[in-house]
């Protein structure tokens, strides 16, 4: 695809979402958390790399783990209040309840959350890792996902989508916001 062919499409060529880079104090300490916590497991990264860091690997995503001890750096405080409205990872669960009790036996902190709409509910649970990087577990897939334009929602296989077939498929302007159901106003929060 050449460059006046990009200007034609609506969107990107993406697939989905491959990893999340964290700048961290501790690789070791980090890696401990994802793989006992999390689940996820430690895998091969490049060798060129040259500063420390750790990949891992699970639900088809990647955490990047890159260690970083200088003051001056990025790393949200450990000790600041678990705010649901921060930023913060997801991750989808089968079991909202099992997973706030392991998380009590594991001596984690955590703050719980319930969306309800139409009949519909929602458990999220909140903590931090570590770094005082914010993670979400919910059951999110309850909420169907709605468009708020007219074009419906379609999900191509990647061999599927061509440029002129992405330009077709975003059928014009999305909403910026695709569940409004999820607005902060609608949480309720319990600690």
Same mark, same amino acid.
């Given at each position: 695809?050449?460059?006046?062919?990009?200007? !034609?499409?609506?969107? !990107? =060529?993406?697939?989905?979402?491959?990893?999340?880079?964290?700048?961290?104090?501790?690789?070791?300490?980090?890696?401990?958390?994802?793989?006992?916590?999390?689940?996820?497991?430690?895998?091969?990264?490049?060798?060129?790399?040259?500063?420390?860091?750790?990949?891992?690997?699970?639900?088809?995503?990647? %955490?990047h783990l890159l260690e970083n001890n200088s003051v001056d750096a990025h790393i949200p405080?450990?000790?600041?209040?678990?705010?649901?409205?921060?930023n913060h990872i997801s991750f989808q669960c089968t079991d909202v309840g099992l997973v706030? #009790?392991?998380?009590?036996? #594991?001596?984690?902190?955590?703050?719980?959350?319930?969306?309800?709409?139409?009949? %519909?509910?929602?458990?999220?649970?909140?903590?931090?890792? =570590?770094?005082?990087?914010?993670?979400? %577990?919910?059951?999110?897939?309850?909420? =169907?996902?709605?468009? !708020?334009?007219?074009? =419906?929602?379609?999900?191509?296989?990647?061999?599927?989508?061509?440029?002129? #077939?992405?330009?077709?498929?975003?059928?014009?302007?999305?909403?910026?916001?695709? #569940?409004?159901?999820?607005s902060t106003e609608m949480i309720n929060f319990s600690f």
């Amino acid at each position: 695809m050449g460059v006046d062919e990009i200007g !034609l499409c609506t969107s !990107l =060529p993406l697939l989905s979402l491959n990893h999340v880079s964290l700048l961290c104090r501790s690789v070791s300490t980090s890696v401990r958390f994802y793989e006992d916590v999390l689940g996820f497991i430690l895998i091969k990264r490049p060798s060129s790399f040259n500063f420390h860091g750790a990949w891992l690997f699970n639900y088809g995503v990647g %955490i990047h783990l890159l260690e970083n001890n200088s003051v001056d750096a990025h790393i949200p405080s450990v000790s600041r209040p678990i705010n649901p409205k921060d930023n913060h990872i997801s991750f989808q669960c089968t079991d909202v309840g099992l997973v706030k #009790m392991r998380l009590r036996e #594991m001596g984690m902190k955590y703050v719980t959350a319930v969306v309800e709409e139409g009949g %519909i509910k929602v458990d999220q649970v909140f903590f931090h890792d =570590p770094d005082g990087y914010m993670i979400e %577990i919910c059951n999110c897939d309850n909420i =169907p996902v709605v468009p !708020l334009s007219s074009c =419906p929602l379609r999900v191509c296989k990647a061999k599927e989508i061509s440029c002129k #077939m992405a330009a077709v498929i975003g059928c014009g302007v999305m909403e910026t916001k695709m #569940m409004e159901s999820l607005s902060t106003e609608m949480i309720n929060f319990s600690f």
